[in-house]
């Protein structure tokens, strides 16, 4: 079950352009166009394979023009300059998701994919932990090695939904990312 939705998965990636990076200043737009794909159809993937309710941040009308077959074109009017991050949300039990965050770490521009998975929740908050997937710097973002690290995970975040066993996420994340904090 699980191979088999990743090698959906990886079908949907190979359509996806590298990021085509001429310019440092232009890095993280341009990553953060090819990352916008990739989660397009991710977060497709998930509605459509398990009916799961996702959200996805910005909205999938903002970012782009749904075109069948898990094939999107980007919305080229939205400013994916001014995008620092992109999120898809599990909106059924755990709040567990999956994030693109654009940060800038001494005065360079960097790119993280990280899950973020729901410990508990308090009464006045949500308690998240932090695994990073990938991380590296925008003007050194390679497409295809985020997809690999990321691929996984995925899978096991499928296989947990599926199963209604989000510990299958929670222990793989533990085992193969590195815990980043709260």
């Given at each position: 079950?699980?191979?088999?939705?990743?090698?959906?998965?990886?079908?949907?990636?190979?359509?996806?352009?590298?990021?085509?990076?001429?310019?440092?200043?232009?890095?993280?737009?341009?990553?953060?166009?090819?990352?916008?794909?990739?989660?397009?159809?991710?977060?497709?993937?998930?509605?459509?394979?398990?009916?799961?309710?996702?959200?996805?941040?910005?909205?999938?009308?903002?970012?782009?023009?749904?075109?069948?077959?898990?094939?999107?074109?980007?919305?080229?009017?939205?400013?994916?300059?001014?995008?620092?991050?992109?999120?898809?949300?599990?909106?059924?039990?755990?709040?567990?998701s999956?994030?693109?965050?654009?940060?800038?770490?001494?005065?360079?521009?960097?790119?993280?994919?990280?899950?973020?998975?729901?410990?508990?929740?308090?009464?006045?908050?949500?308690?998240?932990?932090?695994?990073?997937?990938?991380?590296?710097?925008?003007?050194?973002?390679e497409?295809?090695?985020?997809?690999?690290?990321?691929?996984?995970?995925?899978?096991?975040?499928?296989?947990?939904?599926?199963?209604?066993?989000?510990?299958?996420?929670?222990?793989y994340?533990?085992?193969?990312?590195?815990l980043?904090?709260?």
């Open positions: 079950m699980e191979v088999d939705w990743l090698d959906q998965i990886s079908e949907d990636f190979t359509n996806v352009p590298a990021p085509k990076i001429e310019v440092d200043e232009r890095a993280r737009e341009q990553v953060m166009r090819s990352l916008v794909l990739v989660f397009l159809k991710i977060w497709m993937r998930f509605a459509v394979d398990l009916g799961t309710k996702m959200s996805i941040t910005p909205s999938d009308v903002e970012l782009g023009l749904y075109e069948g077959k898990n094939n999107w074109r980007l919305n080229e009017s939205f400013n994916f300059s001014a995008l620092s991050d992109i999120s898809i949300t599990n909106l059924e039990t755990r709040q567990h999956l994030k693109a965050e654009a940060y800038r770490y001494q005065t360079r521009e960097h790119i993280r994919i990280v899950f973020s998975l729901e410990e508990e929740r308090t009464i006045d908050r949500t308690v998240m932990i932090n695994y990073v997937v990938y991380d590296s710097l925008a003007k050194d973002f497409l295809e090695a985020a997809i690999e690290k990321l691929k996984p995970g995925l899978g096991k975040w499928y296989l947990a939904l599926a199963e209604n066993e989000l510990s299958i996420l929670w222990n994340c533990q085992s193969n990312y590195e980043v904090g709260v």
